[in-house]
């Protein structure tokens, strides 16, 4: 089992809805939580990150960790069509160096 | 901003043959990371360097060696090259003790022929 699971999609939505794109992971000692964005063929990029449990807001998104549930989260308001890639979530417990990724969800958002 | 730079973007090799690919980091991140990214796969950790220092190791074949420079910059030597070494490596930089803020460079798309 991968100690991060996500959905890997496709997820496709009409431009100007809310997203919603979830993890679960499975090692408590993770304290860091990442989104990243990777478009086709580029490098991922690091869009926010989070530290223990709670909410981050950045624009039109939202980052989300209830360390209780072992669960991430994030939303992206008012979806564009550039907003399709692929968005990963990662995990890290700051005391080694690696990311944890999560498989990926392929996320398209039409006009 | 400047970002991390890796060259080469595209190399194609044989079989058995070696290549080395070079990641420049953000200026001022003395951090180093490398994974590879399978085909439809998220990205895998190899080996991270801070302060010429090796400080973490993760999946990185024996096959495989990198070291980091003084002035930050890291090579990844990939020798005895195999056909399932085929993919995308990425480097990415941070500041030392952030790793949870890593950013990554463009990749070098590595095919084995």
């Known amino acids: 089992q991968k100690e991060v699971e996500q959905d890997p999609g496709p997820l496709s939505v009409p431009e100007g809805a809310i997203v919603s794109l979830n993890c679960t992971y499975s090692?408590?000692?993770?304290?860091?939580f990442m989104w990243y964005r990777q478009y086709s063929r580029k490098g991922p990029e690091l869009l926010m990150y989070t530290y223990s449990s709670g909410n981050k807001e950045d624009g039109r998104f939202t980052a989300q960790v209830d360390k209780s549930s072992k669960y991430i989260s994030l939303f992206i308001r008012d979806s564009q069509p550039s907003d399709s890639a692929t968005y990963l979530c990662a995990v890290n417990n700051n005391a080694g160096n690696m990311l944890t990724f999560g498989g990926g969800t392929r996320l398209m958002v039409k006009p | 901003a400047a970002g991390v730079i890796q060259s080469p973007r595209h190399l194609i090799k044989e079989k058995r043959e070696t290549a080395t690919l070079k990641c420049y980091p953000i200026p001022r991140h003395d951090t180093v990371y490398w994974y590879q990214q399978g085909p439809g796969q998220d990205p895998q950790f190899l080996i991270s360097?801070?302060?010429?220092?090796?400080?973490d190791k993760g999946s990185i074949p024996d096959r495989f060696s990198a070291q980091q420079f003084s002035d930050y910059h890291s090579e990844l030597n990939m020798s005895s090259l195999e056909l399932g070494d085929s993919a995308l490596y990425f480097c990415a930089s941070s500041l030392a003790g952030n790793s949870y803020e890593q950013y990554f460079g463009p990749g070098t798309r590595l095919t084995v022929t």
């Open positions: 360097f801070y302060e010429k220092m090796q400080s």
């Open positions: 090692n408590s000692a993770f304290q860091y």
